[in-house]
């Protein structure tokens, strides 16, 4: 049984939609069982995701020219790994815009930890729970969050000389 | 009563112990460090946003500065990457440069790192040794790409260029310079009495801790845990290659410093197996016609003499070497709608025009189905990922890094607590933090 299907039998409910493009397996969830499909993926023996490998924002802001409109506005995307089954999965959470928070995840792995004070650096979602929510690569100082969609490329935030 | 106080220190952001711009507050109980609070950032230079704005084979140049010790690495994990959303194969000769090429960078990146720390500890000497076979290893790099650091080499769907005839003899000649170097640096260090004390039972770090925070690379490996992508995952041809994983199994820097160097004689077996193994170049177009210049092709087939310009071969500039009709077309994948066609084409015919300018004409390039994928390589300091969403549109909708060297600044307070501050040096050489990927 691969990993997805596991999934899929433990959270029937829980499960907006799940696709495996190109051999990537992928399960968009509930924001509101985050948690618990979280702790069944670390804690399951036949699952075992000791890994988090990665945990990063997508904003679907106009998306492909506007021509696809999706429902939430952000989606939140886990990569796990299990060493001791050589197996990975993703996962993702549809994040709104109007209220951009989710659980955190950093109470569970670590590595959670500065991954998601990245994600609310760039994409503004706030994590509930996180320790210490604060920006990391910017300072503290910027204005806005500057992987959102509607934040110019181009847009300069000097820090010293004349506002622009 | 006397009151005693922790004392706040500042180390960086420029320090010549802090390898790029970092800086790092410390808590100091006398010598020992209580605490640890790391700000990075000082070399953000919003790659991830940059690539959402150019087309995906302008990514490249961009992903050389992610990790500039090992650039090639990064080229081969973004090519992969959007290769992977495309659905298509290279051609096998293609994998097996790619693999050689990743090894070189890999020996390149390690040699810096032990390098680099050894000089911070008093071990002059060995930095220089160090450097000097790096230098060896970047003349291969140069003689193949034509540049030494921003090589921008991997293509999507092959390489640039094919290896010189010369290159297996120089490749060989190189190898055995760099092993002399390496004998010698271990003479020089293993049995130091001070390298040994200040590098044995500091920074050390547990499995478990490792696991937890993600951590990847000679990092995770010296804790005891054989992770490797190279073996985990095989991608390109790996599989078909001998090498083993050194591992080690106090997680100190001792460890670090040994899996490292034990990584650079397996990195070095592979590139031989390599050109051992390496098919034979293949000649796609036997071309007897004269060779001329890139403006005499051109100015031919402006005048409609086509016809002879079939057999001609063009002559071009160091910083195209390589894209020739001759070879190329055997190392790229016979994909009209992903590869550049050979210069030849673009210069002597209608339709090679037409497909080049087809590729890099803003709205035209390279267009993969809509759709999600990610990709791990085995960086110098562990796994590097490439997320990339595609819209169906010519420039990726949103391109994620998974930087090895993240997580392990993450877990770097935890090794050093309890050190003592004099122990920082050798712990933060041992992560070989390369600010390029940390920031990005």
Known sequence: MTPLERVQQQFANGIIETHAFRGDETVLIRPACLRSVANFLKDSPELDFNFLMDLTAVDYLFFAGGRVQKEHRFELVVHFYSSTHNHRLRLKVPVDEKNPEVDTLSDIWS????????????????????PNLKRILMYEEFQGHALRKDYPFDKRQPLIGPAN | MTQTRNMLLNVGPSHPAMHGVIRMILELDGEKIKDVDIEMGYLHRAFEKMCETVMYAQCFPYTDRLNYVSPLINNVGFAMTVEKLLGIEVPTRAQYIRVLMSEISRVTDHLTCVGASAMELGAMSVFLYMIKAREYLWELVEEITGARLTISYVRIGGVKADLTPTFDENAFDKIAEVRKVLIEADELLTRNRIFFDRMKNTGKLTAQQAIDYGVTGPFLRCTGVNYDVRKANPYLVYDKLDFEVPVGSTGDNLDRYFVRMAEMEQSLRIIEQCLAQIPDGPVVAELTGEVMTAADMVDHAKMGETEALVEDEVLLDPTL??????????????????????????????????NHFKLVMYGHGIKPPVGEVYTAVEGANGELGFYIVSDGRDNPWRVRVHPPCFPIMAVLPICLKGDLMADLVPTFGSVNMIAGELDR
């Open chain 1, 111 to 130: 590595s959670a930890n500065w991954y998601e004070r990245e994600v609310w650096d760039m994409f503004g979602i706030k994590f509930k729970g996180h």
């Open chain 2, 321 to 354: 070497q390589g894209s020739t009709k001759k070879y190329y077309e055997g190392i790229s994948a016979d994909k009209k709608s992903v590869v550049l066609p050979a210069k030849e084409n673009t210069y002597g015919n209608i339709e090679g025009l037409m």
